[in-house]
């Protein structure tokens, strides 16, 4: 079981509104990554970093931002939410020092957020 | 909750059979495949991986085969078991220039009669 932590799990919110959503892994990883995925759907990368005061966008255009001030914790921010922004948002960890092809994702559990 | 998963394909298998699940990738220069299992409510887990230079991995239960001609990955499940339903994504490394990035496949839902 991967030490990988999303909080919070179910998040329903009002257009508008300015949200962040939570990261943590205790397991020292330098790589982390989000990925959004709607129901039945693929996962689509974000966002990711190759370690603190890195970030880099990733395949699927986002309006959220990322920080990587500690290793341990990679925060998402959506400055303004709306509907189109409700899906599942999972965060990843891998122990990989720097770009390398054979490594493997660790996933947190998933925030699931609804913007009304 | 349960992802609706409406566009899901799914493979209904009769517990204690064995289930076999494939995958499509897109991208012939991809050198490292994964398979993740996703529980309802939970984020994906790590089945087994393959590397390019091989066609065939054994885990527990599970095997992962690789045929890079047609560009298609498959997981077999022995003895399909009720705690293996879930829905399993195949996931690809498009990078082998070192730029890490991965791409999912749609995902397969297995469901496990009694």
């Known amino acids: 079981e991967a030490d990988i932590y999303q909080t919070p799990r179910y998040l329903v919110i009002g257009t508008g509104k300015k949200i962040t959503l939570e990261c943590s892994q205790t397991m020292g990883h330098d790589k982390m990554y989000w990925y959004q995925q709607d129901p039945g759907m693929e996962l689509h990368l974000i966002h990711y970093?190759?370690?603190?005061?890195?970030?880099e966008k990733g395949d699927l255009s986002s309006e959220s931002t990322v920080s990587r001030i500690r290793t341990e914790h990679f925060p998402l921010t959506l400055e303004s939410a709306r509907p189109s922004h409700t899906s599942q948002y999972l965060c990843?960890?891998?122990?990989?020092?720097?770009?390398?092809?054979?490594?493997?994702?660790?996933f947190g559990s998933g925030t699931q957020l609804s913007v009304l | 909750g349960e992802s609706v998963g409406l566009h899901l394909p799914t493979l209904s298998v009769q517990e204690g059979d064995n289930s076999i699940i494939n995958c499509a990738y897109s991208?012939?220069?991809?050198?490292?495949f994964i398979w993740y299992k996703q529980e309802s409510g939970k984020g994906p887990q790590f089945i087994i991986d393959i590397r390019s230079n091989m066609d065939k991995r054994q885990g527990q239960r599970v095997t992962v085969l690789l045929n890079k001609t047609v560009k298609h990955l498959s997981l077999q499940i022995a003895a399909t078991q009720p705690g293996d339903s879930a829905v399993y994504f195949c996931?690809?490394?498009?990078?082998?220039?070192?730029?890490?990035?991965?791409?999912f496949g749609t995902g397969t839902r297995l469901k496990v009669l009694a």
């Open positions: 990843a960890s891998s122990e990989s020092k720097a770009p390398a092809t054979n490594e493997k994702l660790f």
């Open positions: 970093s190759y370690g603190v005061n890195s970030t």
């Open positions: 991208n012939s220069a991809s050198d490292y």
């Open positions: 996931a690809e490394n498009i990078s082998p220039s070192g730029t890490y990035k991965y791409i």
